[in-house]
């Protein structure tokens, strides 16, 4: 489980302040207006800025003191940062290792999660000759390589189309079942967090407004949510 208790960034123009429990094998979906503060949320968690107070725990581990790299936790942006002069088999191998230089298991990883993401076909192509929604899977299996239990996501299928996007939510529900992550999926499509959510959080102003369950988006309960539901 992954908790934030009170876990506060202050800004001069905000204070951001998170209190939020994740569990393994569910998918927390963070929704909520632009500049809410969501994926400053996901930079606190992940340890990619600084922590003013509060606790950030998974399984009563303390993550604050470990740096990103040492955290049990892998982060996909919307931009996947893939490296376009790289084959995609190596794209998804520097997440296991910065020279490339994976040992015969790593090899066969990567080769698994290729295939478990359906991309298996295209190890040895470059990411400028693939679709969009076949380079946010092999951002994706870069991530899933790493076998992190907990996995944070900014908007990773926001600029595909629908039909893709439902598509990649499909793959990233049965991937969190399979290996019981936990995971955090910011994005602005309440649809989305109703598809594949288990929990859904409203950020909104720094703070967490309402959580719970999907009924959240069929009976809001503060004005600001109804106001960002259009209600
Ligand atoms: P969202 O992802 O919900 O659109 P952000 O997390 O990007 O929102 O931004 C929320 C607010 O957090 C910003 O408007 C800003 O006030 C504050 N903030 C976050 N990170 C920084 C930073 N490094 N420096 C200054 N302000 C920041
Ligand atoms: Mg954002």
């Given amino acids: 489980m992954l908790q934030l208790n009170n876990l506060c960034s202050r800004y001069p123009e905000q204070e951001l302040c998170f209190t939020l429990a994740a569990n393994a094998g569910e998918v927390t979906a963070l929704i909520g207006p632009s500049g809410?503060?969501?994926?400053?949320?996901?930079?606190m968690v992940g340890g990619f800025t600084k922590i003013d107070s509060g606790q950030l725990l998974h399984d009563d581990q303390d993550l604050l003191p470990l740096t990103p790299a040492r955290r049990?936790?892998?982060t996909l942006f919307q931009d996947n940062n893939l490296f376009w002069h790289m084959t995609v088999y190596q794209n998804i191998a520097i997440g296991l290792a910065p020279s490339l230089r994976l040992t015969p298991e790593q090899q066969a990883r990567v080769q698994q999660v290729a295939s478990q993401v359906g991309?298996?076909?295209l190890l040895n192509r470059k990411p400028a000759s693939l679709s969009g929604g076949q380079q946010q899977?092999?951002?994706l299996a870069r991530c899933l390589a790493r076998r992190q239990p907990v996995l944070l996501l900014d908007e990773p299928f926001s600029a595909l189309d629908p039909a893709l996007r439902f598509e990649l939510l499909e793959l990233l529900r049965n991937q969190t079942d399979r290996l019981q992550l936990t995971v955090?999926?910011?994005t602005h499509h309440p649809e989305e967090?109703?598809?594949v959510a288990d929990n859904i959080a409203f950020v909104h102003d720094g703070r967490i407004l309402e959580q719970g369950k999907r009924e959240l988006l069929s009976a809001p309960q503060t004005k600001e949510l109804k106001a960002y539901l259009g209600r």
């Fill in 137 to 139: 899977r092999v951002g």
């Fill in 184 to 186: 955090l999926l910011v």
């Fill in 36 to 43: 809410a503060g969501k994926s400053t949320l996901l930079a």
């Fill in 72 to 74: 049990p936790i892998t």
């Fill in 119 to 121: 991309i298996e076909a």
């Fill in 193 to 195: 967090a109703a598809r």
